[in-house]
């Protein structure tokens, strides 16, 4: 019904302990959540008559948890999540605790001015005909900032380099970069273009730095995570 679009939102770790196979006998259970990623065909054929076959040509999960550290540690098949890039396809934020300094007092209420145009955002984001898939094209330039910097992150993958202890997580920062820089156009553009088109149109290279100076930011968090 939705095309193959899906999104799971969680105040908890439930998500990924789903995923590390809580209702299935402690195996992982990740098919799903990493065809989705990609975008690959994804295809679940009936095991008994309580169940039906699923097929999703276009599959493509939105996840987005608030988990607690703990839970990280204490999935069963962390090694195997690992290994697998199921874990690497995730962007991790774990920010300092500010347990024993949330003053009450202080605390600013819903910037409406911020919000509204957010929301606008959504909606026309919402309104685009989306019948038939559309192709993310880059400017020669964007498109050459993303190699150079694939090929950082190659040469930061070899011993003793800084990634060369996630290597599995490193591997998607190119396809982090190009989903970032995808998204953050379409909604920069989505109040002001005049048509569909106009918001799909080639991503500039403005957009592919910053979304290179967000995932190399997210990566130091992720060499402490994973």
């Not at 991790?92 to 605790?97: C, K, T």
């Not at 993958?157 to 920062?173: C, D, I, Q, S, T």
């Not at 088109?197 to 402490?224: C, H, K, N, Q, W």
Request: charged share 30%; net charge negative.
């Amino acid at each position: 019904d939705t095309g193959g679009r899906v999104s799971q939102f969680a105040p908890e770790g439930i998500v990924l302990r789903l995923i590390d196979g809580k209702y299935k006998d402690g195996t992982s259970d990740s098919e799903f959540h990493k065809m989705a990623y990609d975008g690959e065909p994804y295809q679940r054929d009936r095991v008994d008559k309580d169940t039906r076959s699923i097929t999703v040509d276009n599959p493509a999960l939105t996840l987005c948890c608030a988990v607690q550290p703990e839970v990280l540690t204490d999935l069963k098949n962390m090694d195997a999540l690992r290994a697998e890039g199921v874990l690497a396809r995730i962007c991790f934020i774990q920010p300092p605790s500010l347990v024993g300094t949330r003053d009450p007092r202080k605390q600013k209420p819903l910037d409406d001015d911020a919000y509204l145009p957010y929301e606008m955002t959504l909606q026309r984001l919402l309104e685009v005909d989306d019948t038939e898939l559309r192709e993310v094209t880059f400017t020669p330039e964007a498109q050459a900032a993303l190699i150079d910097f694939v090929w950082k992150v190659e040469q930061e993958l070899n011993p003793m380099r800084k990634y060369a202890g996630m290597p599995e997580a490193a591997l998607k920062f190119g396809g982090k970069v190009v989903r970032i820089a995808s998204l953050q156009t379409n909604a920069a553009r989505a109040l002001e273009a005049e048509s569909d088109e106009a918001i799909f149109a080639p991503v500039g290279v403005d957009a592919v730095r910053d979304a290179i100076r967000l995932v190399e930011s997210l990566a130091t968090g992720m060499r402490y995570t994973l």
